[in-house]
């Protein structure tokens, strides 16, 4: 690391200079970035969330407030007054742009209506279809074939894996406001290491039904009620390859739909009530998380 011509300290031709903020575009200059504005929410009364680094949220005398960190920031509280001091005392700090009610942020639509607020990725399924040339496919009515029996070597020919797996974490980004694909999604994704032109077949199929029903939101609702609730559910033996189960559950805090997962179970259940269990197990284990956030 050198001096830089016609700016060599004649003095000290060996030393460096010490930046006094970083240079946009460099690797140390997000994280740089995110520590000035978390001092600065800190300064404020925040604390950071200990599940998402982040989320932060000041909570004090009845004020909640929370501050999502992107490369936009999402603000939102109940107290409109407070609102406006954390977003003047920002702007004293840093260079901040005119704030408007949030409409879209990292390729979700937010649309409020009267019940609440639909979360769409209209615009993002079209973009997706688009570059995979599907804009014109067929539609059709399940995610899934009634009877896909997939494995792992079923003897058709290598697919392009690289498309494959671009396209499987496009539909994984999606569950965003679509849980319901969680369980295609997920038995898809464990075939990227070894995909072929029969799974590629099953991810079109299934971008089809994203097609036909590319106006599907999630609605989040208006509501006091904030009591938690779960519903969990498993198949017995449905993977081929090795016999193991699959777990998928959803938790509701209220009528709203917070958390939900589908995987592989860890061992092989000996019982369609045993594989019940261990889906009991962990939504409950879930559950228990989500109250203590």
């Known amino acids: ?123 993002y399924v079209h973009d997706l ?12 009515q399940t995610p899934m074939y009634v009877s896909a029996n997939l494995m792992l070597d079923d003897g058709s020919t290598s697919c392009d894996a690289i498309e494959y797996r671009r396209t499987i974490g496009s539909l994984q980004y ?17 075939f990227m290491h070894k995909s072929t032109v029969t799974h590629w077949q099953h991810v079109k199929w299934l971008l089809c039904y994203v097609k036909q029903t590319i106006h599907f939101s999630l609605l989040l609702r208006h509501q006091s009620n904030s009591m938690l609730k779960g519903f969990s559910d498993a198949d017995w033996g449905g993977d081929l390859d090795d016999r193991k189960s699959t777990t998928a559950y959803m938790i509701f805090m209220g009528n709203n739909p917070i958390s939900w997962r589908t995987m592989k179970q860890k061992v092989v259940a000996r019982s369609s009530t045993e594989a019940e269990y261990q889906a009991l197990v962990t939504a409950a284990s879930d559950i228990i998380y989500c109250s203590f956030q």
């Open 174 to 190: 999606l569950l965003l406001t679509r849980p319901y694909l969680d369980f295609a999604v997920n038995r898809l994704a464990q």
């Open 129 to 140: 279809l688009t570059r995979l040339k599907m804009v014109g496919a067929k539609e059709v």
């Open 1 to 123: 690391m050198q001096q830089p011509a016609g700016f060599i300290d004649q003095s000290h031709p060996r030393h460096v200079y010490s930046l006094q903020k970083s240079i946009y575009g460099l690797k140390q200059a997000p994280r740089a970035w995110y520590n000035e504005l978390r001092s600065g929410l800190l300064e404020l009364g925040f604390f950071n969330s200990k599940s998402d680094s982040s989320l932060f949220i000041f909570n004090r005398d009845g004020i909640l407030l929370y501050v999502l960190v992107y490369d936009d920031l999402i603000l939102t509280g109940n107290n409109s007054q407070f609102l406006q001091h954390v977003i003047k005392s920002l702007g004293e700090r840093f260079s901040l742009k005119e704030f408007n009610d949030l409409h879209y942020f990292l390729g979700v639509e937010v649309i409020p209506v009267q019940q609440g607020l639909f979360l769409s990725h209209n615009r």
